[in-house]
């Protein structure tokens, strides 16, 4: 097989489409190949990278029934026979990805968001590129406009999405149901607890709002505290949300068993915690299960989420009450029964596989390599 270099753009619209291109930036370096990991209106310019983080960002943490209007209206008008407004939007982007691609021999382009695989499309309907690009779609369910692209290979989460995502438009031949790439890293051995600055006694829940910091934590770490044993231990990860890492710090101050942290490198939290409660990021939660972490599932952003949330549950993969208090409920009854932990941990092995990072950079490998 050739040495190939490789192109994978994202967008900063939450941490999960950019973990997933690191997951396969590190399976493709591992396999001996050059990966280059791109945002894609980084291209354009930073202030139109930051313009679209903060508009995704806002409109999920302060909007949340306006972002679920907006993901209805794009699921109502979203066709393989149309180009909605979001396709034309992104064609306005293009230049920046061709210039680069006329600037760097790539053998390869690989897209984990619907963003650039607009961009890709418009620009090989042109004739203005013939590099062959994959996309790889990072929430259970196939969101609105995928079916807009022209992908020459789609990586999907799982064979039984495969009949809805072909019902959207995409060609069966097309498909191939991998799963959503999670980093090599996370079977690597991670530090201990003293590490992470927590006690080595207890169980321990950990809480993650996203890297955007979405959500009610304090509902939830309340009901734990009023539940809870009193050896248990809560580590709250606010991710980039300074303000919200601030306010609760400054609410749980006088809790010794509480700890706050900001933006973290997740795989050792995953390693070490009993009970994880989190939104259900595609991301997060595929990470989650391929280290075997018991889930809570809270705060969905609606749409693509309260998808991933369905397959989860519906699967045996992860708890998901209505309320703080059934959350923290559900978190506390998989603490104290260790069978309930196993048949959650074994569901999820039988759906995730921690080496799909290194199985979908084999098969771009296999049909794109040379």
């Known amino acids: 097989m050739n040495f190939i270099n490789v192109l994978i753009l994202s967008c900063h619209t939450g941490g999960g489409h950019d973990a997933a291109a690191s997951a396969l930036a590190e399976g493709f370096r591992r396999a001996g190949h050059r990966a280059v990991q791109r945002d894609f209106f980084g291209l354009h310019s930073e202030k139109a990278a930051a313009a679209a983080s903060d508009i995704y960002v806002g409109t999920v943490n302060h909007s949340p029934r306006f972002f679920q209007a907006l993901y209805r209206v794009g699921s109502a008008i979203s066709s393989p026979r149309r180009h909605s407004p979001v396709y ?40 203005r590129t013939e590099i062959p690009f994959a996309g ?54 991670q530090p201990g607890r003293e590490v992470l600055g927590l006690q080595k006694d207890g169980p321990l829940v950990a809480m993650l709002s996203g890297s955007m910091g979405h959500g009610d934590l304090g509902a939830i770490v309340d009901a734990l505290l009023r539940e809870g044993r009193p050896d248990l231990q809560i580590a709250v990860i606010a991710g980039r949300n300074e303000k919200l890492k601030q306010e609760l710090e400054s609410r749980y101050a006088s809790a010794p068993r509480v700890f706050i942290k900001g933006f973290e490198n997740m795989p050792p939290w995953l390693q070490n915690s009993d009970v994880l409660i989190t939104k259900p990021g595609g991301l997060t939660i595929t990470e989650a299960a391929a280290v075997r972490v018991p889930l809570v599932l809270a705060n969905a952003i609606p749409g693509c989420e309260t998808a991933n949330q369905e397959f989860f549950v519906s699967r045996g993969m992860a708890a998901a009450p209505d309320t703080p208090e059934g959350q923290a409920q559900a978190a506390l009854g998989l603490c104290g029964d260790g069978e309930a932990r196993e048949r959650m941990r074994a569901a999820q092995a039988r759906t995730v596989r921690p080496d799909n990072a290194r199985q979908i950079c084999g098969l771009l490998l296999e049909k794109f390599g040379g």
């Open 88 to 127: 034309y939007a992104n064609a306005y982007f293009a230049p920046a990805l061709e210039a680069m691609l006329k600037t760097e021999p790539f053998d390869l382009a690989v897209s984990t968001h619907i963003f650039p695989a607009h961009a890709l499309t418009w620009l090989k309907a042109r004739g």
């Open 136 to 189: 790889v779609m990072t929430d259970y369910t196939c969101i609105p406009f995928w079916e807009e692209t022209r992908c020459d290979l789609y990586i999907t989460p799982h064979p039984d999405l495969t009949d809805g995502i072909v019902r959207r438009g995409i060609p069966a031949e097309k498909i191939v149901p991998l799963g959503i790439p999670v980093s090599p890293t996370l079977s690597d051995e």
